[in-house]
């Protein structure tokens, strides 16, 4: 169709049939956003009751390091406002294996602290109320297993690589960001305290020995209360999973897929909500003006060299154990600017893309044995996407 736009014949490639999008995450969200934006109508269809199921109201942090631009600026240029409870950290103490202790500060944020889940104030409700004022259909209770006309898919995760399990809790102590690296406490991974506004979530994020994840849990509830003093008053408990696979196809036969179902998230930590808006927002943007390929060109430029560095990060990071982590953060200057440091650490770099491509592409490790009757976490979430 040709409309005349501003005195010169345009051709308006926007899409004119509805774009559906399964799965109302922050992926599926941010792509219907951005359907409406560039003038579609998106339909968005979300397997369980309401927005925010997989979370619990547990702390999460957006990560501000990768690039010098604040993610919250980059939000706001996709069209995403940033109305959902944020609190900016520029601090965190670190804990190393045996206790050792490091104040990691920076000049700007380093994150933002927000919340998910199906709470009021969660990133995931404030998306949906967007969404909905944009003219988005969301319909709830909608499990799709495919979709014929093309579309989105933004399902999360199908499979579990690393799980998270903590405890959420009241507290009267002031704001506070914690770390703790040891394979003691979370072996491959970290455990962290986060503290805002009379709330806290406590948590160990596991890359190996998952079906111990009471034992760590525990030791974390023991390390945190030994070394920062805090109480658990009646704790709620909460896990997780999450995809660290690689991706794969981006699209395939009209289907464009993003977020978390894609692969699209952080393979050394974990930080897969900015990515997961990014290419949620490019794969919805790039359907509606009838232009797919737009969206894998957006991930090669935009995400593919933080992937793979990442990913190469996390192979290192895996190997490093005990000894390795005291001296990583023992070494790191009390002065440096930790946002700076990150940024270095995850920048794309031309020797670990090689390395990517040549080694890490062919021997990333693949999932693990499903223990019979076992229910830990990775268990449960491995067994539910193994149905799907
Ligand atoms: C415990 C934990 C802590 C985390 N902490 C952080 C953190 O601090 N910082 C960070 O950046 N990231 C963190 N992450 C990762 C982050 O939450 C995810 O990367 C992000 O939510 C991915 O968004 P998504 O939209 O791709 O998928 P999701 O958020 O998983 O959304 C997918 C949606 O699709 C729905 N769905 C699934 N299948 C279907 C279907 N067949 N039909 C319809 N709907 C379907 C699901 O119900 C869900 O609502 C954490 C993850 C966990 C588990």
């Known amino acids: 169709m040709r409309v005349l736009d501003r005195g010169r014949l345009k051709t308006n490639r926007t899409h004119s049939a509805v774009i559906e999008i399964s799965g109302a995450g922050p992926a599926g969200l941010s792509a219907a956003l951005a359907v409406v934006k560039a003038g579609a109508r998106a339909r968005v269809y979300e397997r369980k009751s309401d927005v925010g199921h997989r979370f619990h109201g547990d702390f999460q942090g957006l990560e501000n390091w990768t690039t010098e631009t ?36 920076s000049t700007e944020p380093l994150f933002y602290l927000l919340r998910r889940g199906p709470d009021s104030g969660t990133l995931d409700q404030c998306l949906k109320q967007q969404a909905l004022v944009a003219g988005v259909e969301i319909r709830f209770n909608e499990s799709v297993a495919r979709l014929p006309q093309g579309g989105v898919v933004t399902a999360g995760p199908h499979r579990a690589d690393a799980v998270a399990v903590g405890y959420l809790f009241g507290t009267d102590r002031a704001d506070a960001a914690y770390a703790a690296i040891s394979d003691q406490l979370a072996p491959g991974g970290y455990a962290y305290l986060l503290i805002s506004g009379g709330r806290a979530t406590l948590a160990t994020c596991l890359f190996r020995d998952f079906h111990r994840e009471r034992v760590y849990l525990q030791r974390c509830v023991e390390f945190f209360s030994d070394r920062v003093g805090i109480r658990l008053d009646a704790p709620r408990r909460f896990g997780g999973s999450g995809n660290f696979g690689l991706p794969k196809a981006l699209s395939k036969g009209g289907i464009l897929y993003a977020g978390e179902a894609a692969g699209i998230q952080d393979p050394l930590f974990g930080f897969g909500i900015r990515s997961a808006l990014l290419s949620g927002a490019a794969a919805g943007r790039a359907l509606a003006e009838r232009s797919p390929g737009a969206y894998t060109a957006f991930y090669r430029r935009r995400l593919r060299g933080y992937h793979k560095s990442a990913a190469c990060n996390r192979w290192f990071y895996g190997r490093l154990g005990d000894a390795g982590y005291r001296k990583l953060l023992m070494r790191y200057p009390a002065e440096a600017d930790i946002r700076k440091r990150m940024r270095r650490a995850y920048a794309p770099r031309r020797w670990k893309q090689l390395w990517y491509d040549l080694y890490l592409s062919r021997h990333y490790p693949s999932v693990l044995e499903l223990h019979a009757g076992c229910d830990c976490t990775w268990c449960r979430c491995q067994r539910q996407s193994n149905r799907e």
């Open 70 to 105: 604040d993610v919250l600026q980059e939000l706001h240029q996709l069209g995403v406002k940033t109305d959902f409870e944020v609190t900016p950290f520029s601090e965190v103490v670190c804990f190393g294996p045996g206790g050792g202790e490091r104040r990691v500060r």
